[in-house]
């Protein structure tokens, strides 16, 4: 497993920045969750559809 992570860092109004930054450290009270990007297709927003939660992992 690598040491760092692309993270996406705020830097101000409408800028988004994607950069390697370490990965965070772990206390015995914290978890890291690796989320898995999804997007919605716009045709779709016109038919009834069934809604589905974004899965996440843990390390």
């Known amino acids: 497993m690598s040491d760092t992570m692309k993270a996406a860092v705020f830097e101000g ?3 988004i920045v994607l950069e ?3 990965l965070p450290h772990c206390g015995p009270n914290d ?3 690796q989320m898995t990007p999804t ?5 779709r927003s ?3 559809t069934t809604c589905s939660a974004t899965s996440a992992t843990t390390s």
């Open 13 to 15: 109004h409408e800028r």
């Open 20 to 22: 390697e930054r370490p």
């Open 31 to 33: 978890a890291i969750v």
């Open 39 to 43: 997007t919605i297709c716009g045709t």
């Open 46 to 48: 016109t038919r009834p």
